[in-house]
């Protein structure tokens, strides 16, 4: 469904050459909710804004349905873009039109005749579960709700593909949870590919099918939401994922032990008393559990610990990271520097 080959987007500032996205490859599927994350500045929004060439590439090819777009002008864009909606980080509403009407700016704006109007606004209302707001203006709207209409407007038109620009990053916990299960209703009775960036891993464990991540302009790795979660690659990924232990860990345990590693059990090793039973193995190793949880991205358990080694005797803890290894993906943990492999 969606193709950048080689895509590159380059800006010119004071005379000098800023790469924002650099030689980027990547395929999503038809149907498919695709994920793409990192950090502030790393290339999301600009690259995903050259699906509907709201910025186009420098150099390379975006492929939409098989066909090249990246050359396509006046009406050929135009019908490209009705195919296509987007909803933003800040919603975008007109303040003085009422709900209804914000949704029915869309379908005025494709010339969609007067009489399928209103019914198309209120089956999609239905879908966002806002029916009883058609009426309110969007200041009586919490942060989530207003999103919600933005997904609605963003849907008028029944796009093939929903871009998703940083859409849950201006609410607050429980409008980002009203959100998501929005966005999952939509992925579960409409066949529409979905893309959608952002920083926030939670969002990415909901949501997403499968993700990409970049860095500095760069897709530095690509797969199942699941396993890149699991068994990230990429220094950028394993950053990303492994901050929420920072959030979690006060700086100055982090600091205190110097063994730290983050375990990661997939799958069926998730319940498994492995902790306990190396516990019992290796006596002249000091095994501490500073934090850990089991969660569930794509309906499959994930569990995560972060633990500190200590003894005297070199070759046991070579053995217990070893025992780890067999059931756990290992990384060596350090607060500056994040994870690294062992």
Avoid: W
């Avoid at 494709?110 to 579960?129: C, W």
């Avoid at 849950?168 to 959100?179: G, I, Q, R």
């Avoid at 960036?197 to 897709?219: C, P, Y």
């Avoid at 319940?271 to 499959?300: C, H, M, W």
């Amino acid at each position: 469904m969606i193709e950048f080959k080689n895509v590159t987007v380059q800006f010119t500032r004071e005379d000098k050459i800023f790469t924002a996205v650099d030689a980027a490859n990547l395929e999503i599927k038809k149907g498919e909710f695709f994920g793409i994350v990192g950090s502030s500045g790393a290339g999301k929004s600009t690259l995903v804004r050259t699906v509907n060439l709201l910025q186009r590439p420098t150099s390379g090819s975006v492929i939409v349905d098989g066909k090249d777009i990246t050359k396509l002008e006046g009406a050929e864009l135009c019908a490209l873009r009705l195919k296509i909606g987007m909803i933003f980080q800040h919603f975008n509403l007109v303040k003085n039109a009422s709900v209804f009407d914000n949704v029915a700016f869309a379908l005025k704006a494709s010339n969609t005749q007067k009489s399928e109007i209103a019914p198309r606004v209120d089956k999609l209302l239905e879908l966002v579960g806002l029916s009883d707001k058609a009426k309110l203006y969007p200041n009586s709207l919490s942060g989530g709700q207003k999103q919600r209409v933005a997904i609605a407007r963003a849907l008028a038109n029944n796009p093939e593909i929903l871009l998703c620009d940083e859409a849950t990053s201006a609410l607050d916990p429980d409008n980002t949870k009203e959100v998501i299960q929005t966005l999952k209703n939509i992925k579960q009775k409409y066949p529409i590919t979905v893309l959608f960036i952002t920083h926030q891993m939670e969002v990415a464990k909901s949501l997403f099918d499968r993700v990409a991540v970049m860095s500095n302009g760069k897709v530095v790795e690509v797969g199942s939401s699941y396993d890149v979660f699991a068994h990230p690659q990429s220094d950028a990924a394993k950053n990303l994922i492994n901050k929420s232990f920072e959030g979690v860990v006060p700086p100055e345990v982090l600091d205190h032990e110097k063994n730290l590693y983050l375990i990661t059990f997939k799958e069926e090793n998730a319940y498994e008393p492995v902790i306990s039973d190396i516990s019992r193995r290796f006596t002249n190793t000091d095994l501490s559990i500073i934090a850990g949880n089991i969660e569930y991205i794509q309906k499959k358990p994930l569990g995560r610990l972060l633990i500190s080694l200590r003894g005297n005797d070199a070759n046991e803890i070579d053995s217990v990271l070893s025992v780890l290894k067999e059931k756990a993906y290992v990384h060596k943990y350090t607060f500056a520097k994040g994870v690294e492999n062992v």
